[in-house]
């Protein structure tokens, strides 16, 4: 149950922590290219810097259960209807400030080394910035039009990040695929809202914002609510990539590397988590839309984690994990847990981010190489990417006192503990193989001998300071971060203390101890087992087990079941044959055959009437006469 109503304190400052990072691109945009591209990227680099700042000081300011708003003016006044151009930051949003903030701006700083030959590197940090803005707008606006401007805004900037390099074709397909992808995923999110407007309309309520929401959803009848819900969560599995929308994210590893650490470890993808959360209080009211919601997040997870068993590109299993994780957060929102999920995105994006820019760091080694295949052997030559990359797959495999290990057992527990045996079942085997594939890339990339040829070889380096310091920081992340949402029979959670105004207490019933832990034993018991196989398979073989090509399942999640294949023949292509007919013969002969049909009549006409306007009187006193004698005949007619 909800506390109390919290304390509203007006904060002129919030407005700032958004508005820094648009002027900063602003900025670039206009003078970014006289600045030079260093220049340009420091220049980002601190916009999205002194955002953090801020954002941090407000979190050190806050208290518990208080709500900060900052008011700049009305935006829209129609009648009842109004929306005031406002930012707010409670709990929830406090958090995720910190993780947009924090998190991009070591992505900026490891951006600086990473895109330092690239002649665009301007314009990449004008298209970061944006991004970091649109990301803020999402998460500080206090009602659900903000928070759609600032959804549609990072769609849009993913665009541009995903085909930066769009002299490459491959990265322009790969940019309008999560573009359009995401636009479906966003027809459902909008119609949810007008469904949502309107409802409360008739009950005379007409309000977008969060806090009169909340007060007034109850008036929906339940039919309402679960249709709501099932809308808007079908904006979220478009924009946190759950099935069936999840094709657009393993290929927006198209991106630069840091795009690709941006958009799924701290950014994009969390938005539909972080959407539902906000309205805890409307799906809470629909247990069949969180029932859905659960089951679509155990699949998620595990088909997601199966395909990832199998991939060679470094970024793609990553990406596939990524897709799991984000399945692991909705199978807590599906349990009522939101403070669970808030808590996996949180600890998510450090190791994520790690992993992403360790990654990165690997492949500006060997001069563009992502076949793990083509690796091995890196751990001499990247110390500080190897060790940080071990920190960062140990608690993104869940190893016990790391971040991922409490996040993850925290959303195992719910499953349980709510009586989800079945997916339950589905999380703890997800983390055995979860276990597994990251271990197998970890074994593939940096044991064993080196597989790349002798021109990468002969420029192994490890990455310079601006780009290894954020990967330090973010391991650091990936272990202590954890400790802040400790079980109770540890330390306690204090994670639950920050979020128990906006969510309530705890989500779970705390059964016997020796239950929790036996649960927690089974599920580092199956991770262990993922650990051990990877080893035994690639620890010393490296890539060599892979020449060896398994039955139809080892080929169907080689192939990622053929999920893009069957969406092409579905829709891509009859899509595509409806578009050439019209574009060939509707459009020519029916629409423009239509349209020059009706002008060559009328220019038909005007010739006759045209001809008639001859200037002659004699003419005109013909056609007058004329035109008596037709009605004095048509009147005899009728007698």
């Not at 420091?42 to 810097?49: D, E, F, I, R, Y």
């Not at 998460?139 to 541009?160: A, K, P, T």
């Not at 470094?314 to 399945?327: E, N, P, R």
Request: net charge neutral; aromatic share 14%; proline share 3%.
């Amino acid at each position: 149950m909800v506390s109390a109503a919290p304390n509203i304190a007006s904060y002129d400052l919030l407005r700032w922590i958004v508005l820094i990072p648009l002027a900063g691109a602003v900025f670039n945009l206009f003078i970014g290219r006289k600045l030079g591209n260093k220049s340009a990227g420091a220049l980002a680099s601190a916009a999205v810097g002194a955002s953090f700042a801020l954002a941090f000081y407000v979190f050190w300011q806050m208290a518990p259960g208080t709500i900060l708003r900052d008011t700049l003016y009305t935006w829209i006044q129609s009648g009842a209807f109004h929306v005031d151009l406002s930012f707010q930051v409670d709990a929830l949003t406090a958090v995720m400030l910190l993780i947009v903030t924090g998190i991009g701006f070591l992505i900026h700083l490891y951006s600086l080394g990473y895109m330092d030959h690239d002649d665009g590197m301007a314009r990449f940090f004008i298209y970061l910035n944006l991004f970091i803005f649109f990301m803020l707008l999402l998460v500080m606006g206090d009602n659900l039009l903000i928070l759609f401007v600032g959804w549609e805004g990072v769609g849009l900037c993913s665009y541009l990040l995903i085909g930066f390099w769009h002299h490459d074709h491959n990265n322009t397909i790969a940019g309008n695929k999560a573009f359009i992808v995401n636009r479906i995923g966003d027809f459902g999110f909008i119609l949810g809202i007008f469904v949502l407007l309107t409802e409360l309309g008739r009950q005379g309520v007409w309000t977008l914002n969060f806090a009169e929401l909340q007060q007034h959803v109850k008036m929906l009848s339940p039919a309402t609510v679960t249709l709501i819900t099932f809308l808007l969560f079908i904006g979220a599995t478009g924009k946190s990539a759950q099935i069936p929308l999840f094709v657009w994210l393993p290929d927006a590893m198209a991106g630069p590397t840091p795009v690709s650490a941006l958009i799924h470890a701290a950014t994009m993808v969390t938005a539909g988590v972080y959407m539902t959360a906000r309205l805890h209080f409307l799906f809470a009211l629909a247990p069949a839309t969180l029932g859905l919601i659960a089951i679509i997040g155990a699949a998620t997870a595990i088909f997601a984690a199966t395909i990832a068993l199998t991939q060679n590109d470094i970024k793609k299993v990553l990406a596939y994990s990524t897709v799991s994780q984000l399945g692991y957060m909705f199978l807590a929102v599906g349990m009522g847990a939101f403070g669970a999920a808030i808590f996996h995105v949180f600890t998510h994006a450090f190791f994520k981010a790690c992993l992403f820019l360790g990654s990165g760091s690997v492949i500006h080694a060997l001069g563009g190489e992502q076949d793990m295949r083509k690796m091995g052997g890196l751990k001499a030559h990247l110390p500080v990417t190897y060790w940080t990359y071990v920190i960062a797959t140990l608690a993104l495999a869940g190893i016990p006192f790391t971040a991922g290990f409490f996040s993850k057992d925290l959303i195992l527990w719910q499953a349980f503990s709510h009586g989800a045996v079945v997916l339950w079942a589905v999380g703890v085997i997800t983390a055995g193989m979860t276990a597994f594939y990251m271990f197998r890339q970890l074994f593939m990339v940096f044991h064993g001998e080196c597989r790349a040829d002798a021109q990468a070889t002969a420029h192994l380096h490890e990455s310079p300071a601006v780009m290894t310091l954020p990967l330090i920081v973010l391991a650091i992340g990936s272990i202590f971060t954890g400790w802040l949402g400790a079980p109770e029979y540890l330390w306690g959670s204090r994670w639950d203390h920050w979020l128990q105004p906006l969510f309530g207490l705890a989500e779970a019933h705390h059964d016997a101890l020796s239950t929790e832990l036996t649960v927690t034993a089974i599920t580092f018991a199956i991770i262990l087992a993922g650990m051990v196989l990877a080893y035994v398979k690639y620890g010393r073989a490296g890539a060599k087990s892979e020449s060896a090509r398994g039955g139809l399942l080892y080929r169907l999640s080689l192939n990622k079941f053929y999920i893009d294949e069957c969406y092409d023949l579905i829709f891509v292509r009859p899509f595509t044959a409806l578009s050439s007919f019209f574009a060939r013969f509707v459009d020519p002969w029916v629409i423009d055959g239509t349209v020059n049909g009706v002008a060559a009549t009328a220019r038909g006409f005007s010739t006759i009437w045209r001809g008639l306007q001859s200037g002659n009187v004699q003419h005109y006193a013909a056609m007058f006469l004329t035109g008596v004698l037709a009605l004095l005949a048509y009147f005899l007619g009728q007698l």
